[in-house]
Nanobody
Framework: QVQLVESGGGLVQAGGSLRLSCAAS????????MGWFRQAPGKEREFVST????????YYADSVKGRFTISRDNAKNTVYLQMNNLKPEDTAVYYC????????????????????WGQGTQVTVSS
C-alpha cells in the first residue's frame, strides 16, 4: 500500500513557475514508477510526465515538453514536478500516481493502469 500526498499548487501568473511535490508513504517508494497527470474541468485526466523507479528515464506530454521537469528523490520518498513558463491552459488539478509494474511504450500514458493516486493539488494560471 502506498499513500501519496501532493503539495505545491497555487495561483500563478502566466510565465511563472511552480514546483509540485508528491510525498509517498512506505519504504518501497523506489519500487514504483511515478507519474503526474492533470485534469481540467470538464476534461478527462491526461498524462503529463512519468519517471522510472531509478529516475533514469523520464517522459513528457508534448504540451509540457521543454517547460516541465520531473524528478525524484528516493531517499525522501518524493517525486517533483518543476513547472516553468506556465500557461493558462496548464490550469488543472494535478495528481501524482504510482505503478508497481513497469509500463512500457504508450501504456504509461493511461491513468487507469496506475495503482495508487494522490488527492490532487490545484494549479491555476492567470493570463
Amino acid at each position: 500500500q502506498v499513500q501519496l500526498v501532493e503539495s505545491g499548487g497555487g495561483l500563478v501568473q502566466a510565465g511563472g513557475s511552480l514546483r509540485l511535490s508528491c510525498a509517498a508513504s512506505g519504504r518501497t517508494f523506489s519500487m514504483y514508477d511515478m507519474g503526474w497527470f492533470r485534469q481540467a474541468p470538464g476534461k478527462e485526466r491526461e498524462f503529463v510526465s512519468t519517471i522510472s523507479r531509478s529516475g533514469g528515464d523520464t517522459y513528457y506530454a508534448d504540451s509540457v515538453k521543454g517547460r516541465f521537469t520531473i524528478s525524484r528523490d528516493n531517499a525522501k520518498n518524493t517525486v517533483y514536478l518543476q513547472m516553468n513558463n506556465l500557461k493558462p491552459e496548464d490550469t488543472a488539478v494535478y495528481y501524482c500516481a504510482a505503478v508497481a509494474a513497469p509500463l512500457y511504450y504508450s501504456r504509461k500514458y493511461y491513468p487507469n493502469l496506475y495503482d495508487y493516486w494522490g488527492q490532487g493539488t490545484q494549479v491555476t494560471v492567470s493570463s
